[in-house]
């Protein structure tokens, strides 16, 4: 079965800091990963997704993540937050097992102070 | 315009009663999911219907079930409520149900058992 791992669940930031958040799968094959933002009081949204080619992907807002298949991570950056950004992050894989299931992991809590 | 929209969106209720939630996308997709976030924030998927039909069913006690009456419906209902059933239920959509799809989620709806 396969499995994310959020380590950072709480994670706090002053404005202009720089942001790395992990994500790490097990799956051995293929895999399809997102990352999902939950604003305060809004729906999860897609930030951004990797299925195919380069492995440095960009989102929206000035996110990216880099796939690193060897470390089995999706790691979310962003160079210099802002208070914005504060909301829930939440990295997922869909590995094609059949009827594919979407495995969240637990997310990541971001404040960020102004 | 709502794309993913679901009702109620807080749901207070006693032990034993059997409860429903309604979820509609307007998106025009083919797939929709549900899932259960614990306390802990895990989003774990409960069911998933392509085309009215269902295609992922976890580990989920009979008690919950789900009803499409067409694709752009998903409703879940939930007999004999317990406990630890409180949590938030987030109904979502994707165009094809493929695993590169992007998942639209609803707003939620925190369901608490006394």
């Known amino acids: 079965a396969q499995s994310v791992s959020q380590h950072n669940h709480h994670v706090i930031l002053s404005e202009a800091a720089s942001l790395e958040l992990g994500c790490n799968y097990s799956y051995g094959g293929t895999v399809n990963l997102f990352w999902y933002v939950q604003y305060p009081g809004q729906h999860l949204q897609l930030l951004l997704k990797?299925?195919?080619?380069?492995?440095l992907v960009k989102g929206i807002k000035g996110f990216e993540a880099e796939f690193i298949k060897s470390k089995f991570s999706f790691n979310l950056r962003k160079p210099s937050v802002q208070w914005s950004d504060t909301a829930e992050y939440f990295c997922a894989v869909n590995a094609p097992l059949g009827s594919y299931i979407p495995t969240f992991g637990r997310g990541t809590s971001l404040i960020v102070h102004p | 315009d709502t794309a993913v929209s679901q009702t109620p969106k807080y749901l207070v209720t006693q032990m034993g009663n059997d409860k429903s939630i309604k979820c509609e996308q307007n998106?025009?997709?083919?797939?929709m999911y549900w899932y259960k976030q614990d306390s802990k924030k895990f989003l774990k998927i409960m069911f998933s219907y392509n085309n009215k039909e269902l295609i992922i069913n976890e580990t989920v006690p009979n008690r919950f079930s789900p009803k499409s009456p067409d694709k752009a419906h998903l409703n879940l209902h939930i007999n004999s409520l317990e406990l630890g059933d409180s949590a938030v239920y987030f109904c979502?959509?994707?165009?094809?149900?493929?695993?590169?799809?992007?998942?639209?989620f609803g707003p939620g709806t925190r369901l608490t058992v006394l």
């Open positions: 979502a959509s994707s165009p094809q149900g493929l695993n590169t799809d992007t998942q639209y």
């Open positions: 990797y299925f195919s080619g380069d492995p």
């Open positions: 998106l025009g997709h083919d797939t």
